[in-house]
């Protein structure tokens, strides 16, 4: 067809006068156009919106499909569906929060960094729907961003005014070699979307000990005090990027492999194994199609401190919504209806459970640990005014009856320890006698007997003898106390130029021996290099438990990696065997030339990685501590480490324990006795009731 046959043709545009100077003026913004309830934009008078922004996690309008990466694929590679009330829903591949949420600054349409955000002690909100991830990651997050700008990061810049050379450290290596040792590589991980108790014990150990060995490494290089590191927020965001995640498939009710009962200390531990999806926010939520159209509905809530929550009553709980805040320019903003308190106000008509997970302050620092309460379910809803004015959605959760005690249990241990109730059962209220900081109670609820038999409560090694080392001993020179990333400290180039402990009492990776300060060392006692040495931080009892005599639990809850106690005793020499009850029934004998079982490395530290068994072996029979009374078990949740103290007169060997994952308070604390070399094997073999699932049936 010719030009200009037709009506619709386009007639010829003029010459363009490419010597002319246009005053062009740059188009400073776009600020969106969201459309209301009836379909028309918000902005102004009626009229059809433009466009929709549609939140990346949806719900989608006809006609918008999701993108990755939010679009959680199926095994088959497409979308799946969105599954019917009570059902699952798969979870994106990487948290939404990690990503940032442009805002409209008013009229001006600029995107900034919102400060909307109700700041808990952790550092984390429960309205983090437009939270900046970078606000909180600081120098992790900088590195990165500057390096895409072209210029160098806020953390190369200081080390660069300080005159220091800036060593970038690759994680990769030490995140893989965690992976292929816990047996969690990516093709294991999607072949199993849902967890069980093994592997989200196997998941939740990997990102914390990916988490201390970053934790250590980063002290090392910056070990100012306030320096911004988030290894919490980086080493959970690493696991998730290579899919190192279980329960990626929202759902109501119990999660695969979580008890009621369980404790967190970071958020991201419960984004890892599915128990609350989102890192930030305090409402996860998912969409359910229940008519023609999807509804959302709460599947998990995170009451933590951020807002007005009441929960003194154990079973009841009433929960503030999200949003409704006080800006610092003295704004109010009401809550709404939308997101997670519309799924709320959706789970309340629908009557489902609801998961809860309780904040609580932690007494060792300014942050929370978290404890999966159990089941709820929202009885009621109302709005009411906040202390700062704004209007705020008011839900209330009754826990559904028969499930075990979490959060009520914390609340009466509160108690005991101040005094307003006491503790049944108790037989002596302190079993020490003062020789230990903390009281140990013995507790006896179970039948009538009155205690363990007779001996000497000792806090430390009885007769310890001196043993040669390989080279020479170097005492420090830290007369305040050991420091990290100080490289002119022999304690610390004796643990390969790291400190072993953080500032918690935290073993923060694993060797086949720990070198402490000596006593030729002029450290002060609160050293962290003198971590065993300063006897107990948690408040033990020892109990009746029901068919395995007396044993050992805390009240407090425990965090990973922390210390617990050293076995005290008498050091024997294994020739005295006969004389101090070895292969008797009723002997309490740590013997460190046992195998045991070790726990997997760090990858740095495999030059020691393989724990040598020492000719050490310790009878608490007549003289001893609280270790003498933990149990056996199969599937322990405490390990031994050997840590030697150096001094002047040759090394002392010690047995200090450490917990290896998180601990919940009342927990019975339990070891693995080890497997003996002997040949009176059958004679020392004795039936195990640990009841772990891999029990091997006996222990010696």
């Known amino acids: 067809m010719e030009q200009g046959t037709t009506s619709n043709s386009v007639p010829a545009a003029e010459p363009i006068d490419k010597s002319r100077i246009l005053d062009i003026k740059p188009m400073r913004c776009l600020v969106p156009v969201f459309p209301s309830a009836n379909g028309m934009s918000a902005s102004g008078a009626p009229q059809p919106s433009p466009f929709a922004c549609v939140p990346p996690s949806g719900p989608f309008p006809p006609g918008v499909a999701p993108f990755y990466p939010f679009l959680a694929p199926n095994d088959s590679g497409r979308r799946t569906e969105q599954t019917p009330f009570g059902f699952t829903q798969p979870i ?49 997050e900088d590195t990165s961003t500057a390096r895409k700008r072209g210029r160098p990061s806020r953390k190369t810049r200081r080390h660069a005014q300080q005159g220091e050379p800036h060593a970038e450290v690759d994680y990769e290596p030490i995140l893989h070699g965690f992976l292929e040792s816990f047996k969690l590589t990516e093709i294991d991980m999607f072949k199993k979307a849902d967890g069980d108790k093994d592997l989200v014990g196997r998941i939740l150990l990997v990102y914390d000990l990916f988490r201390r060995k970053m934790t250590q490494i980063e002290e090392m290089k910056d070990p100012s005090p306030g320096s911004a590191r988030r290894p919490d927020l980086k080493s959970g965001t690493m696991l998730m990027t290579k899919g190192v995640r279980t329960n990626q498939t929202k759902r109501v009710g119990n999660v695969p492999g979580i008890e009621v009962g369980d404790i967190f200390f970071f958020r991201m531990e419960l984004c890892v194994v599915g128990l609350h999806s989102p890192s930030m926010a305090g409402i996860d939520y998912m969409s359910v199609k229940l008519s023609t159209d999807d509804e959302p509905i709460a599947v998990s809530i995170v009451s933590s401190g951020g807002y007005d929550d009441e929960g003194d009553d154990g079973d009841v709980l009433i929960y503030t919504g999200q949003g409704g805040v006080q800006r610092r320019d003295g704004q109010m903003f009401d809550q709404k209806l939308e997101r997670g308190n519309l799924a709320l106000e959706k789970s309340l008509h629908r009557a489902n459970e609801v998961r809860v997970i309780r904040g609580v302050k932690d007494t060792w620092t300014t942050g929370k640990i978290y404890v999966y309460d159990g089941l709820y379910k929202i009885q009621e809803s109302w709005a009411e005014k906040n202390k700062s004015g704004c209007n705020v959605f008011k839900y209330k959760l009754v826990r559904i009856p028969g499930q075990p005690e979490a959060y009520a249990l ?248 450490f917990a290896i994952r998180h601990i919940p308070p009342m927990q019975e604390l339990t070891f693995d006795y080890g497997m003996v070399r002997s040949d009176k094997t059958e004679q020392m073999r004795k039936k195990c009731l640990c009841g772990s699932l891999n029990c091997r049936g006996y222990f010696y």
Not at 113 to 119: A, E, F, P, Q
């Open 92 to 140: 994106s591949p990487v948290p939404l929060n990690s990503f940032r949420t442009p805002m409209s600054n008013g009229d001006t349409g600029r995107t900034r960094r919102t400060t909307r955000i109700v700041v808990e002690d952790d550092g984390y909100s429960d309205q983090s729907d437009q939270f900046d991830f970078s606000v909180h990651v600081n120098d992790v």
């Open 410 to 657: 914390w609340k009466s241990i509160q108690q005991w320890k101040d005094g307003i109730s006491s503790r049944t059962g108790v037989i002596l209220p302190d079993l020490t006698s003062g020789a230990e900081s903390q009281p140990v109670s013995l507790v006896n609820d179970v039948d009538d007997e009155k205690g363990p038999a007779y001996f000497t409560y000792i806090s430390t090694l009885k007769n310890p003898k001196p043993c040669e080392m390989p080279s020479p001993s170097f005492s420090c020179h830290c007369h305040g106390g050991c420091q990290p990333g100080d490289s002119n400290c022999s304690c610390i180039q004796g643990n390969g130029g790291f400190l072993p402990y953080n500032a918690l009492g935290v073993l923060l990776t694993y060797k086949a021996l720990v070198h402490e300060c000596g006593p030729s060392c002029p450290c002060p006692p609160n050293c962290r290099n003198r971590l065993s040495q300063a006897g107990l931080k948690v408040r033990l009892e020892v109990f009746k438990t029901k068919n395995r005599g007396w044993g050992l639990r805390s009240w407090d809850p425990i965090r990973g990696g922390c210390f617990i106690c050293e076995y005290a005793g008498e050091v024997i020499d294994a020739s005295r065997s006969d004389e101090f009850g070895i292969d008797s029934e009723d002997n309490y004998i740590f013997d460190a030339s046992r195998n045991y079982q070790p726990l997997e490395k760090v990858p740095a530290d495999n030059d020691d990685s393989a724990k040598v068994p020492f000719p050490l072996v310790i009878s608490a029979k007549n003289n001893g501590n609280v270790a003498r009374f933990m149990n056996h078990s199969c599937s322990p949740n405490v390990f031994w480490q050997p840590v030697v103290r150096e001094g002047h007169n040759g090394a002392f060997y010690h047995i200090a324990f």
